[in-house]
């Protein structure tokens, strides 16, 4: 694509053209990217490329490298039984499968994804000593931990390290330093994990709904001064937590005033049902987040009223708070 006109020179159909694309081992900043010289031929042109943001290029492009035209049928990730230590102080079970440019967390009976790792977002694992087959993923610039146990860690790691080498072209650091669990609990949320962030200035009662449930699930909303979290109501444990500088947008829905959902700049969405005080609440914590966002993220913010493509067909309304 031209970058001053945004015309389009190029383009490549996956399935037809596409063969595959490689980091260069020599560069940090090039790729190679192999194509068929015509649909019907199995010879293949390559062609270089050089960006500074190769490891955002190639996570997205990997991640719709079952359509290449090879045969990806032997790259399938292959899936390890493991634990989720999650904050609540419960395990779950998961499956952990080390992607072409992520390790997700699959659902251990329907077996769909409802986490994703991004290789390039991973700034190391750590070994968990006091923990059979334990290990804490570093996850993002907020430095948040994620715990896990499995059984064939060593071998997970291998696989972990070797695909984001191959796919990705970042060196991924295990076992640089090793960690017992209380300490990984201690520093779960990263830069965020002191009290200022976890104590709320406001709590509403609300219903989630996820890709990780078949229901909605009754949760806590907070806001404190840097951060929005969710909280199981029962034992008061984080379920989630996220910056208010990553809010990108909250969505309300005219035809349920009850509804609304919140979309973050790091590839995550959640959706709401305010449970009690439905109008009040709803003002107040609408209010809370258009205060607090600018003061988190460093910058103004400003309410847009948006209404989608997808409005003609499902009637949904944003409100966008963008910068």
């Known amino acids: 694509m031209n970058p001053g006109t945004w015309e389009i020179t190029n383009k490549w159909d996956y399935h037809e053209e596409f063969v595959d694309i490689q980091p260069s081992p020599k560069n940090a900043e090039e790729f190679t990217v ?22 955002e290029l190639l996570t997205h492009v990997q991640k719709y490298r079952d359509l290449f035209s090879i045969d990806s049928s032997k790259g399938i990730a292959e899936l390890y039984l493991a634990k989720k230590i999650k904050s609540n102080g419960t395990v779950a079970e998961v499956y952990l499968a080390p992607n072409y440019a992520s390790l997700d967390q699959l659902h251990q009976f329907t077996k769909k ?117 969710e909280r199981d109501p029962a034992t008061y444990g984080v379920v989630t937590l996220r910056p208010l500088g990553d809010v990108f947008c909250i969505i309300r829905y005219p035809e349920d005033m009850q509804k609304f959902a919140i979309e973050y700049k790091v590839t995550a969405f959640s959706s709401f049902s305010l449970m009690l005080h439905i109008l009040q609440a709803s003002c107040c914590l609408f209010f809370g ?35």
């Open 34 to 55: 192999h194509l068929r010289k015509n649909k019907t031929s199995k010879k293949t042109n390559t062609t270089t490329f050089s960006s500074p943001f190769r490891s």
């Open 113 to 229: 994804t409802i986490a994703s790792y991004d290789f390039k977002d991973i700034t190391g694992i750590d070994i968990l000593t006091d923990v059979p087959g334990g290990f804490s993923v570093n996850y993002g610039k907020y430095g948040r931990l994620h715990l896990f146990a499995c059984d064939n860690r060593d071998k997970l790691l291998q696989k972990i390290t070797a695909n984001a080498k191959t796919y990705i072209g970042i060196e991924l650091v295990c076992g640089r330093k090793s960690l017992k669990r209380e300490e990984a609990e201690t520093m779960r949320f990263g830069l965020f994990s002191d009290d200022d962030s976890l104590t709320s200035l406001a709590e509403f009662r609300v219903l989630k709904k996820s890709q990780r449930t078949d229901a909605p699930v009754q949760r806590l909303l907070c806001l404190t001064e840097n951060c929005i979290i």
């Open 289 to 323: 987040v258009c205060r607090l966002v600018p003061f988190a993220a460093s910058r103004p913010l400003t309410v847009i009223p948006c209404w989608p493509r997808s409005w003609m067909v499902s009637g949904a309304a944003e409100i966008l708070l963008s910068a």
